[in-house]
């Protein structure tokens, strides 16, 4: 059985693991060849430890043209992967759309196991890899395809709208997906005036607020975005009164309400560098205001955000050694990857006819 280096890994031993293999010494090559990425990330990573990530970095970019793969990462991973290995970056979203266009025959996803499942579900023949499984999401362990079963039951004909933050398995007994940036365009486009809308009770609540159609929810909630309050918002306010406030919403209804904008990670960002404020805070996970500070000078990010332990599992470390050694393979059961993919399709094909 290979060998992994996961999140429980020592980093002692990783790196112990990964200098018998690589050639780790951070050189004189190394540090020219990556000088253009520590420019845009001199900011969040101390000079310090940039020989510890450059080393890293090349051989990850090296290895991914010879093993033909193409990397995926999710706008939460650390700034050291979005700006340093990432092919592509996004939200839930772009990610599952940019996983229907790559040409390359391996895809390693840099984010949590469900959006790893996605590029599978999108690209049946290829590899998709996860340095580790166990990168997973509360949301998606909140609900089962059972208990979605259940509510088909309960409310009969309600179309059920799906976040994409769940299981395969419960992506196929779905009739469309949402993200959180095209949520209340999929609920208005399904059929009906009663929708089922799971497992993100806050997601919901919130999309409920802007359209006519009763919604029906499950218990859901993201552990990253269920602890921020409406006390928390007036607190910020109180501590930055120049500064705007924009949160995820998987955040609770009244944090919503209490804050300036509020959108999909891809929204948020889109939204500062179109807005430009001089101050902003990012109420949703800490990596989001490290990676796009870079790319939008003059606009001072406050801190306000909590992390999520299970989009951090995925290092550069991990990342080196799933593309070498080609672990950790995500898998979907022939009967589950069909009708999964036909969720995710509709709802790919949904969101393209609202542009
Ligand atoms: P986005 O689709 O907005 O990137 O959200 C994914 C996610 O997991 C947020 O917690
Ligand atoms: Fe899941 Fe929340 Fe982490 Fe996003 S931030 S992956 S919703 S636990």
Not at 175 to 197: K, P, R
Not at 337 to 353: D, H, L, T, W
Request: hydrophobic letters at 40%; proline letters at 5%; charged letters at 25%.
């Amino acid at each position: 059985m290979v060998q992994l280096i996961n999140a429980e890994t020592p980093m002692d031993d990783a790196r112990a693991i990964l200098a018998e293999n690589f050639d780790l010494k951070y050189s004189a090559a190394v540090k020219r060849t990556t000088a253009p990425i520590y420019e845009r990330v001199k900011d969040k990573i101390a000079e310090v430890e940039w020989p510890f990530f450059a080393p890293l970095i090349v051989q990850i970019n090296r290895l991914k043209k010879k093993k033909d793969a193409v990397i995926l990462a999710h706008n939460y991973q650390t700034p050291q992967i979005y700006h340093g290995v990432a092919d592509f970056v996004g939200d839930s979203l772009q990610l599952a759309i940019e996983a229907t266009k790559v040409k390359q025959q391996v895809i390693v996803q840099c984010g949590v196991h469900f959006m790893a499942e996605t590029s599978k579900i999108l690209n049946p023949d290829k590899t998709v890899l996860i340095p580790d499984s166990r990168a997973g999401c509360s949301l998606a362990s909140s609900i089962t395809p059972e208990d979605v079963l259940a509510m088909r039951a309960n409310y009969p004909g309600a179309p059920v709208v799906t976040y994409v933050n769940t299981s395969a398995a419960v992506k196929a007994v779905t009739d469309v997906c949402c993200t959180s940036s095209n949520a209340l365009d999929i609920v208005n486009g399904v059929e009906g005036d009663e929708v089922i809308m799971i497992p993100d009770q806050f997601l919901a609540q919130n999309t409920a607020k802007k359209t006519k159609k009763k919604i029906i929810t499950w218990a859901g909630a993201c552990e990253v975005h269920e602890t921020f309050t409406a006390a928390d918002i007036e607190e910020l306010r109180g501590a930055y009164p120049d500064a705007k406030i924009i949160a995820h919403p998987e955040c609770p209804p009244d944090v919503i309400d209490a804050v300036d904008f509020s959108g999909s990670t891809a929204g948020m960002i889109s939204w500062v560098k179109t807005e430009r404020p001089a101050k902003v805070v990012m109420v949703t996970e800490c990596s989001m205001s490290d990676n796009v500070a870079s790319e939008t000078t003059g606009v001072e990010f406050l801190r306000g955000c909590n992390i999520c332990p299970h989009m951090k599992r995925i290092n550069l470390e991990n990342v080196l050694w799933s593309l070498h050694t080609m672990t950790e393979e995500v898998t979907v059961p022939d009967d589950i990857i069909g009708p999964a993919r036909q969720s995710v399709e509709r709802m790919i094909e949904m969101s393209s006819k609202g542009d």
